[in-house]
């Protein structure tokens, strides 16, 4: 049963403290998203990669955020330095993109963020 | 830009009802895709189902139908036999050319017992 794995489950960090959320997308699967959920803005997209390659990081505040894909099977999001304000859930999700299948996305099971 | 609206933010019914999520969107594109997910309190993402703008049949997977009417731009969510598991939060989401998906505001569901 291939799923969209995500670690970790959840964070508790100081403000002021780098925060790094790893995601491991679907086997095959070429195009990557971050995503971010708040109540007040609900469901964000910071960051999008298509075969590792990113097009797309215009939602993600670039003085703190970065986002990567190191290899296929791996894609990190970083927050350094961490703020309260950044407290939210984090969703990596995955999919085959429109050449090669329908558009839908597969999430991971989030990270939960706490900054104190 | 696309635009999802779900008017209805939370709703709630008695199991083994029906009930029906809207949801409204604004394109000018003619060939996308319209889902639907599920976020129960596990905070998991689930896809529901999945609507081809370029197709007339209305998606169904069990207990889940759509009903699409393209020309309104309107997609509503059907759920039969309502079950306690179907209680979480409902979203709707545009998926148009560029591979992004646009998702509306979500929609609570309650199945009462």
């Known amino acids: 049963d291939a799923r969209v794995t995500q670690t970790p489950r959840d964070k508790v960090t100081e403000m002021g403290q780098e925060v790094t959320m790893r995601c491991q997308p679907i086997l095959g699967h070429n195009t990557v998203f971050w995503y971010r959920q708040t109540m007040m803005q609900g469901l964000e997209l910071l960051a999008y990669f298509r075969n590792r390659a990113p097009l797309d990081d215009s939602g993600m505040p670039k003085d703190r955020f970065s986002a990567e894909m190191p290899d296929a099977t791996l894609a990190t999001l970083k927050i350094q330095p961490s703020e309260p304000r950044d407290s939210a859930v984090y969703f990596c999700?995955?999919?085959?993109?429109?050449?090669?299948?329908?558009?839908?996305?597969?999430f991971g099971p989030g990270t939960r963020l706490t900054v104190l | 830009a696309q635009t999802v609206t779900q008017s209805q933010p939370e709703m709630s019914v008695q199991e083994a009802e029906t009930v029906t999520l809207s949801c409204t969107y604004d394109t000018s594109e003619n060939n996308y895709y319209l889902f639907w997910y599920k976020q129960p309190p596990s905070r998991q993402m689930i896809l529901v189902i999945r609507?081809?703008?370029?197709?007339?049949q209305n998606a169904t997977e069990n207990r889940f139908s759509v009903n699409f009417q393209k020309a309104a731009k309107s997609f509503s969510l059907k759920i039969s036999d309502s079950q306690l598991g179907d209680t979480a939060m409902y979203f709707c989401?545009?998926?148009?050319?560029?591979?992004?998906?646009?998702f509306g505001k979500g929609m609570k569901l309650t199945v009462n017992p």
């Open positions: 609507q081809e703008a370029y197709k007339q």
């Open positions: 989401a545009f998926g148009g050319g560029s591979e992004k998906l646009v």
């Open positions: 999700a995955s999919g085959l993109g429109r050449t090669s299948g329908g558009g839908e996305q597969f």
